[in-house]
């Protein structure tokens, strides 16, 4: 910015005829402040402008989350852990904080990622969704971790699983699709391990979504296959954010966790 | 079990204000990479001085700075033949006069170039096949911002089994009884100002080597001038947006402009990106155009035509073309490729409003390609007194 800056002021007391082929005036003093100003409003409205729609730069995220969980962890470790009776071990905490963090950003940056297209803020809105899903999951991972050992354990699994089959799809694709190489496999047993860790959730929210989306597809004039895939993803999201908090939920209680209602319906 | 329940809430409370925390932190956006001139990095590529008036008859480059981006870019520019800058149309044909509008067309070709004939005919009257290519009487003159076009070159290098090469484009063609024409020799058989600069091979070299580039290009029957590549930051392909300058009736200049944003990226920039892909060369692109008018000669009537490649018409980088283009026709409704909107026209004039553009139209034929082109007229009126 700065050199940009000084490069417009070194050249400033040249200003480009808007009038007539190739030609420029050596402009009047006046000119040269008033242009000067243009120049040095129009640079700060564009700056601002990059600012404000630029791109985000998903590694701060996991670096945040991160430190989040050496902090969480710690906390846990001193205050929670210790004094439950269902109690995991300061790795399962340390493990269903982890493994939530990253089911819950992957699983908000899915589910928002096309809405948030259709923003003038997309960048930052989708780093907010991958955010907001990391920091619920991460709780909700914790208390799982902390309370539940075996409920993360099969989290775990079904991660692995999730993985596995990510990696084949990746691979498949990355066969098909020749500007895809091991860096988007490797994507693709990400998204497949953040969506096994909360597969039941994941799978019936997938199930919603597609069944709406598909009917929004159909129904809607102005429905599409951006919507479809929309409606798909952000079920999946919600469905498996739900499963980490259903989860949490369920973590201190003896029973096995059911996905139904928080609440009674009386029949007569 | 009670020391659990009453200690649990206060470890949540903490963990969940943590995670506040973090959701506000990660919002945090970095700059976008910008578009600048930096070092040569394709054939025939000459840089422009910052600090000097830059040399209207020279194509000028801007690229994004990001270094991860300028390598991916040299790598499929390695692959491509010099760009073709022919400012001055071979035939004669009218100037632009006031009150007359000048016609702009949009459109994706897909490579095939038999149709191009057809289509300046159907919509500009311009008879290609005479031995001295002429519009018909009455016609205003015509600027053609062009996408995907081709061009045939022997000294293109050879690249076998290269990632950075997309897959051909219609390889058949040069086996159908009425071959396909490369966007130079319609040119020249036009008798069209071009500025034509490739973007990546069509193709790999194989048994049957398609000895072609593709990229964007413009046509034009008035003189050009300013041609500028705007090497857009690199998602899933390498794209080139092409600028050219003509002269409007009372001499002010205008700027027209032809791009193409990726369809989609990689899998794993998808998602380190939130799906920012056509958003992020947007934003190079608004900047490279605005860095192109602070470098001069100012260009305040700046016109751009292209297959933005939008699953919808209400896509953040069309939100940011609207933005940085106030005074663009407003979208009609109506798909260009399939159920798809990608090709749009986008405007601005700044302070110049005896500009203005209307008659915003799709096409009636695709002409042989999968998008239907985009027409638009930019109207010139003279200032009273």
């Known amino acids: ?49 990059l600012s404000m729609n630029a791109s985000v730069n998903m590694i701060r995220c996991p670096a945040v989350v991160l430190a989040l969980f050496v902090l969480g962890a710690s906390v846990l470790r001193l205050d929670h852990v210790a004094g439950q009776s269902f109690e995991g071990s300061t790795g399962s905490t340390a493990g269903g904080l982890l493994l939530g963090a990253y089911s819950g950003s992957v699983l908000g940056l899915l589910g928002t990622m096309i809405p948030c297209n259709q923003t003038l803020q997309g960048g930052k809105c989708a780093a907010s969704g991958a955010s907001a899903g990391g920091a619920v999951a991460l709780a909700m991972g914790g208390l799982v971790g902390a309370q539940n050992p075996t409920d993360l354990n099969g989290r775990l699994t079904s991660a692995s699983i999730g993985t596995l089959v990510g990696a084949a799809v990746g691979a498949g694709l990355r066969y098909g699709v020749r500007k895809y190489d091991w860096a988007d496999v490797a994507a693709v047993a990400a998204i497949g391990g953040a969506v096994g860790a909360a597969p ?69 | 079990m009670n020391r659990v329940i009453h200690r649990a809430p206060a470890c949540e409370s903490f963990i969940l204000a943590l995670a506040v925390l973090a959701g506000s932190a990660c919002s945090m956006s970095p700059e976008m990479e910008r578009a600048a001139p930096a070092t040569p990095a394709c054939p025939g590529e000459s840089l422009g001085s910052a600090v000097e008036a830059p040399d209207t008859t020279q194509l000028q480059w801007y690229r994004a700075a990001n270094e991860r981006d300028v390598s991916l870019a040299s790598q499929r520019c390695a692959t491509v033949g010099e760009p073709v800058i022919q400012l001055t149309p071979a035939s004669t044909f009218s100037s632009w006069e006031p009150n007359q509008g000048l016609e702009i067309i949009s459109w994706n070709m897909n490579i095939g170039g038999k149709n191009l004939y057809r289509m300046l005919r159907a919509e500009f009257g311009l008879d290609c096949s005479a031995a001295s290519p002429s519009v018909r009487s009455g016609r ?130 998808t998602l380190l990106s939130g799906n920012q892909t056509r958003a992020r060369q947007t934003n190079g692109l608004i900047d490279a155009i605005d860095r192109a ?8 009537v700046n016109l751009i035509g292209g297959d933005f490649n939008t699953w919808t018409s209400t896509e953040s980088s069309l939100k940011l073309m609207r933005q940085a283009f106030p005074e663009s026709p407003e979208w009609d409704g109506l798909d260009t490729r399939g159920g798809f909107p990608p090709d749009h026209i986008f405007f601005r004039r700044k ?15 695709s002409y042989g390609s999968d998008h239907t082109g985009r027409g638009v007229t930019l109207r010139y009126t003279a200032p009273a007194g």
């Open chain 1, 1 to 49: 910015m700065l050199r940009s800056m000084a490069q417009r002021l070194w050249r400033g007391n040249v200003r480009w005829s808007s009038v007539g082929p190739e030609s420029y005036v050596t402009s009047s003093p006046a000119t040269t402040c008033e242009a000067l100003s243009e120049l040095s409003r129009r640079g700060r409205a564009r700056e601002s402008a």
């Open chain 1, 200 to 268: 039941r959730g994941s799978g019936i929210g997938a199930g919603i979504g597609l069944a709406t989306g598909g009917a929004y597809w159909l129904v809607m004039p102005n429905g599409g296959l951006d919507d479809f895939v929309m409606f798909t993803l952000a079920g999946l999201a919600v469905g498996g954010i739900y499963d980490w908090a259903l989860g949490a939920a369920n973590a201190n209680r003896l029973m096995e966790a059911t996905f139904s209602p928080a609440f009674s319906i009386p029949i007569r």
């Open chain 2, 140 to 269: 205003p003159p015509f600027v053609v911002l062009l996408q995907e076009v081709w061009r045939s070159s022997a000294s293109l290098r050879q690249v076998e089994g290269s990632s950075v090469v997309p897959r051909v484009i219609d390889p058949e063609r040069k086996t159908e009884p009425t071959p396909d024409i490369d966007i130079v020799v319609a040119a020249k058989a036009c008798g069209l100002a071009l500025v034509y600069v490739p973007s990546v091979q069509n193709g790999v070299d194989d048994s049957d080597r398609p000895d072609e580039d593709k990229g964007n290009a413009i046509l034009s029957t008035l003189p050009l001038s300013t041609p500028i590549a705007m090497d857009l930051p690199l998602e899933g392909g390498r794209k080139v947006a092409v600028a050219a300058t003509v002269y409007g009736p009372g001499g002010q200049r205008v700027r027209v402009m032809s791009a193409q944003l990726d369809v989609v990226s990689t899998l794993v920039r």
């Open chain 2, 293 to 300: 008018e602070d470098d001069g000669p100012l260009t305040a």
């Open chain 2, 351 to 365: 302070s110049f409003t005896m500009y203005s553009v209307d008659g915003y139209r799709r096409l009636e034929d």
